[in-house]
Structure formats: C-alpha cells, structure tokens
C-alpha cells in the first residue's frame, strides 16, 4: 500500500482529530533530516502541533504549513482523544525539560497519569520519532519491533553530527549529552520517515525493519512530490 501525505494548505477533514505528522529540516549544513510530530484539534479547533523539536523543546504550537500529515487508521475518535489528552499532559509536565537523545530504551518513559518523565538520568530521552513511537505504545500502539533496526555507518554519522550540534548549541546540558557520546554507533536510529511509514502500515503487530524501509522511501517521496521536502 502507498504511503498518502497531505498538504495542510489543502485543508485538515473535520472529522479527524489526530494524524501523525512530517516536514523537512535541515539543522545545518551537515545535517539534512525529516521531523516528526503529532497534529491534534484543540478545543476552539485550532490544529496544534505537539512535538520533541529539541533538547528541552517539548511543543505545543499552532502547525504551520511546512508539515504533511498521515491519517492513520488505528487513531479512531476514541483512541484520538485518549492520546490528545495525553499529549497536553505531557506537554504541561515536561515543556522545559525533557532530553533529547539518540538512545531508544525499553521500559515506559512517562507517567500515564501525570505525564512526568520517568527515566531521568543523564543522557535518558527521546528523539522526535521515538517521542511518536513512544506516546503511541504508551495506548498499545507498538508501531516497530526496534531489534530488528540496523546498525549502519550513515545513521552513526548522523548521532555524531547530532550530539556535536546539542553540544555546541547547549554547553549548559553537556553533561546530559556526554552519557549518550559512548553509545554512537552502538544503537540503532529510527528515522522520523520510518515511523510514519510504521504507522501507514500497522494492524496490530510491530513491524519489522524490512517491512518499514519501502514505507519509508514512500514517504520522501511524498514530501518531493507535494513539494515539502
């Protein structure tokens, strides 16, 4: 099945309170990657974007047009609401502090009733795809089976070009980042491309690497063709 992303400028429908979102991002010269998020409708019906944008950069703001959004089958209105109470909680709880980091760990990362961080210790965080993946595991949404995501020399160049950026750009965390310099290379990145193309795909079991990876290129390439990448 194609991966399908939609314009915001083409209109959101109004019977949808929940998609997962994408855009393109170029941190600096040296770093060219997507970002991933949540879309959810507000209470006055504004469309908010809910988002780990970066190191203690948990968002709630209005989305702007430089996103794409997939509507995701298993996000029915039940479920849609659910998760959108959860993301304002979590958003209330941790909007100026929660770690960004490239390791991706088991075990729960918030609260589900207060929203708060759980793993707390340097270096414990999420990236803007793993913060997707794990809100949504948070309903029993287990998008990806992580054991199956590769080891390579491309996605270890990336961790050591993004924990250089944290570094540089927050010298006052250093010591949030220095846990995670040991572990470039060692564990494995999920693409914000990859998760949406998790989501397109899911129904009910985690989804491999291999079964991901075509979703992924799909997704790219809906951004080149509706002109976001």
């Known amino acids: ?65 430089e996103y794409a959004y997939l509507i995701a089958d298993f996000l029915d209105p039940v479920n849609a609401s659910a998760i959108i109470a959860f993301l304002v909680t979590l958003h209330h709880a941790n909007k100026e502090k929660f770690t960004y980091s490239i390791n991706y760990e088991d075990g729960e990362y918030f609260d589900k009733n207060t929203g708060q961080k759980l793993k707390t210790k340097p270096g414990q965080g999420l990236t803007c795809a793993t913060f997707v993946l794990e809100v949504l595991s948070r309903y029993g949404f287990m998008l990806i089976d992580k054991k199956t995501w590769p080891l390579t020399a491309e ?68 951004l080149d063709r509706i002109g976001l990448r």
């Open 155 to 222: 996605n270890e160049k990336w961790q050591q070009d993004i924990l250089s950026k944290l570094m540089t750009s927050r010298p006052a965390s250093v010591d949030e980042f220095l846990p995670q310099v040991d572990l470039v290379g060692k564990v494995p990145r999920v693409k914000p491309e990859e998760a949406l193309g998790a989501a397109s795909l899911y129904d009910e079991d985690p989804l491999d690497y291999a079964t991901v990876l075509p979703a992924a290129v799909d997704v790219v390439s809906e």
């Open 1 to 65: 099945m194609a991966v399908n992303l939609n314009c915001f400028s083409n209109g959101f429908p109004d019977d949808i309170d929940l998609a997962i979102v994408i855009a393109g991002s170029q941190i600096t010269d040296s770093i060219d990657q997507r970002h991933a998020g949540f879309v959810a409708r507000g209470g006055n019906d504004d469309l908010l974007l809910f988002d780990l944008a970066w190191h203690d950069a948990l968002r709630q703001t209005p989305i702007s047009h």
